[in-house]
């Protein structure tokens, strides 16, 4: 099992940047694919963002293509999300989330305890 723990929310205009980091212990970082889920007041769950287990392959949600930009770096077992252009409906409690998946996936198994985001506007 591998647990997670995020940092890096906060309050932000419209326009400004974030950048949410998430540390993992417990089993071997680099055999999961990490990604980022996001969950706005009285709305669904929403994928973010994804990476592979290795780093070489990364998908993003239409929403935030172009703005945010995930990465990892398994030497020190953390992924990060840069945020940038946020935009208010990017308001949110983000999820970092791991899988055992040599691939993209948009489903995960192992979750954090989530940060808020926050964009005024």
């Known amino acids: 099992q591998v647990q997670l723990v995020e940092s890096g929310g906060g309050l932000v205009q419209a326009g400004g940047s974030l950048r949410l980091s998430c540390a993992a212990s417990?089993?071997?970082?680099?055999?999961?694919?990490m990604g980022w889920v996001r969950q706005a007041p009285g709305k669904e769950r929403e994928f973010v963002a994804v990476?592979?287990?290795?780093?070489?392959?990364?998908s993003y949600a239409d929403s935030v293509k172009g703005r945010f930009t995930i990465s990892r770096d398994n030497a020190k077992n953390t992924v990060s999300l840069q945020m940038n252009g946020l935009k208010p409906e990017d308001t949110a409690v983000y999820y970092c989330?791991?899988?055992?998946?040599?691939?993209?996936?948009?489903?995960?198994?192992?979750w954090g305890q989530g940060t808020q985001v926050t964009v005024s506007s």
């Open positions: 990476i592979s287990r290795r780093g070489r392959m990364t």
């Open positions: 417990g089993s071997a970082f680099s055999l999961y694919a």
């Open positions: 989330a791991a899988r055992v998946d040599a691939g993209l996936p948009k489903t995960y198994d192992f």
